[in-house]
């Protein structure tokens, strides 16, 4: 029988064949989809944000990964879908905002947030306010996430939270910024429910305005 601890490994060293491989083995072993992607692929990625957030880990660590979990995901991926019973934490539209093209925090962000459970509509680089309205209608999502990394740009995240209330959503979604050059400050007087320094941080904090919304 597969050990989830070994592909749990794997994850964290960022081999994606070993990954693969140990996913692929542990499905034809019979093993529960679920109990694969939460005790292996999920249980990875936490140690992974731990040590990103202790300095443990640096980017390029993160990445590898990250890539290494999505790979095997996408074995698990039409095992999960046919399953009703099996549902995401939320579903997350993120985007870097009008007029900036970084993406590297951006996708460090969406990939953490998948390694926690989440599912991710990832909107890419200079998103419009109205494609993230559009997004949101469309997918049902609980959760916006928006980065910027250029000050000149940070003024396109109120932007598209004032075009979330005009179009009668913005009670109905979480609102998280990130990027280099904002501050919790920053994101208070914007009007966002929440602000991460950094990809780990950013899905913990998701999960925290998760549970208060719920309550």
Do not use: C, W
């Not at 007029?99 to 998948?114: F, Q, R, T, Y």
Request: no cysteine; net charge negative; hydrophobic share 45%.
């Amino acid at each position: 029988m597969v050990d989830l601890n070994e592909l749990a490994e794997a994850v964290i060293n960022g081999n994606r064949d070993r990954a693969v491989q140990l996913t692929q083995q542990a499905l034809d072993e019979g093993m529960d989809a679920a109990r694969i992607l939460n005790e292996g692929l999920i249980a990875g990625m936490q140690v992974v944000g731990e040590k990103f957030k202790k300095n443990e880990f640096y980017i390029p660590e993160v990445l590898v990964a990250a890539r290494a979990m999505k790979a095997a995901m996408e074995v698990l991926r039409p095992i999960l879908t046919e399953r009703s019973d099996i549902q995401p934490l939320a579903t997350v539209v993120i985007g870097t905002v009008r007029g900036d093209l970084h993406d590297i925090g951006k996708n460090l962000v969406a990939m953490m947030l998948e390694g926690a459970g989440f599912r991710v509509i990832d909107l890419g680089v200079d998103t419009p306010p109205e494609k993230f309205v559009e997004a949101v209608k469309e997918h049902g999502a609980r959760i916006v996430g928006m980065s910027a990394l250029l000050t000149t740009t940070m003024p396109a995240m109120k932007d598209t939270i004032e075009t979330l209330k005009a179009a009668g959503i913005r009670d109905q979604v979480i609102i998280m910024v990130g990027g280099a050059p904002l501050t919790q400050e920053y994101a208070d007087s914007i009007g966002a429910d929440g602000y991460a320094p950094d990809a780990a941080s950013a899905v913990d904090k998701a999960k925290e305005l998760l549970s208060k919304k719920a309550a």
